[in-house]
């Protein structure tokens, strides 16, 4: 299913065969939090900017529109009209952001609904349900998110549970796979690695995920309050654990250097809303740094956001029209800046599968972050 195609030190070049087609590793899969794009982008945008793989969230499509109704439309993949492969989170990360609205038990968790307030069970089994009903490519495991600062008590508790978790998405996956009325019968599950800051339970919680033998593994609890440094070694710490023969996905992550980082340590998957959620404030991401449209030197500034860019927006519109489209506050300038941002990582993203197959990606990280501080 994972084909390792070229390997420079721990940095991996590869194919991951689903039943929506080869995702191309490394690859930075573009966050649909509720089946969109934020920023009025649509499936024809994203296969014009090269996007592999489309990552919707599991807790809100369950809210809002619902999983049963999704599952009644024939599937996400039918309900969004996007035929590459889509990656659904299992709501795990819910109940790291939604603190205050959550109970967690060994059953599952309790949550109050972020919309309405009614009350939501999602545990292993349901989660499950959940993603098979929308019928993703790649479904997540259930899990807990620590923050990364969390007691270590704490911390190695909620881990014990998480592997508990597993198990029981794992039997419940395999249960769903084989019914009748499964809409994607060959869905994948990946495990989510945690452990917050402390190596040790990183390492031991890797080597029991791994014996379980899924379709991949992602590092997850990142990027949620330590240190880019923190982040960097716990990766080195615990990608060696993980399967070699299987992706490694660390989810949430991130900017442009975290990613050539992160590839240079055995990642292979990514996802972040920076691109979206800046691109939604005029804060554009080009290979001289990034830029803020908002700024009054763009007033007069007749250039498209990055010469030599093929994105949507850079060729036919200026840095003054867009400029001007968001203190307008007309959606066409969220739109332009959204569809640029994606677009840089995903070129970034071919970037290094490039150099990868040349046997050059430390010379690529190298000119790449270089130039990235130029402005």
């Not at 934020?38 to 090269?50: C, F, M, N, Y």
């Not at 989660?127 to 019928?135: C, D, E, G, R």
């Not at 495991?141 to 969390?150: G, L, M, Q």
């Not at 939604?280 to 250039?303: C, M, P, Q, V």
Request: glycine content about 8%; some cysteine; proline content about 3%.
């Amino acid at each position: 299913m994972f084909r390792l195609l070229k390997q420079e030190g721990r940095a991996k070049r590869g194919e991951f065969h689903t039943v929506h087609g080869v995702i191309q590793t490394p690859v930075f899969m573009n966050v649909g939090t509720a089946a969109a794009i934020k920023g009025a982008v649509s499936t024809q945008d994203l296969e014009e900017i090269h996007t592999q793989v489309e990552l919707s969230n599991t807790y809100h499509l369950h809210v809002r529109p619902g999983d049963k109704i999704i599952k009644q439309l024939g599937g996400l993949h039918r309900f969004m009209s996007w035929d590459r492969p889509i990656l659904t989170d299992s709501g795990g990360f819910q109940v790291f952001s939604l603190a205050g609205l959550r109970k967690i038990k060994e059953e599952g968790v309790y949550f109050n609904s972020h919309i309405d307030g009614r009350k939501i069970f999602m545990g292993p089994e349901e989660s499950m349900q959940i993603q098979s009903n929308l019928a993703s490519t790649i479904a997540m495991a259930f899990d807990e998110c620590p923050s990364a600062r969390a007691d270590r008590t704490y911390v190695k508790n909620s881990v014990e549970r998480t592997t508990r978790w597993l198990a029981r998405c794992k039997k419940e996956m395999q249960r769903l796979n084989g019914m009748e009325d499964t809409i994607n019968k060959q869905q994948l599950l990946f495990a989510i690695n945690q452990g917050a800051v402390y190596p040790d339970i990183r390492i031991e919680h890797a080597k029991l995920i791994s014996e379980l033998e899924l379709d991949g593994y992602a590092v997850g609890g990142l990027a949620v309050g330590e240190t880019h440094e923190e982040m960097y070694h716990i990766l080195e710490e615990t990608i060696p654990f993980l399967p070699k023969d299987k992706p490694v996905y660390l989810m949430g992550v991130g900017t442009p250097a975290n990613i050539l980082e992160s590839v240079e340590r055995g990642v292979d998957f990514f996802d972040c809303v920076y691109p979206t959620r800046n691109g939604r404030h005029g804060h554009l991401y080009t290979n001289r740094g990034k830029i803020n449209l908002f700024n009054a030197k763009y007033e007069l500034d007749s250039r498209p956001i990055e010469e030599g860019c093929n994105c949507p927006a850079c060729r036919r519109y200026s840095r003054a029209y867009i400029r001007h489209l968001l203190k307008a506050k007309e959606m066409l300038g969220m739109r332009l800046c959204v569809l640029h941002n994606l677009y840089f990582y995903n070129t970034m993203m071919e970037e290094i599968r490039d150099a990868l197959d040349a046997g050059e990606f430390a010379a690529y990280k190298k000119q790449k972050l270089q130039s990235m501080s130029q402005d």
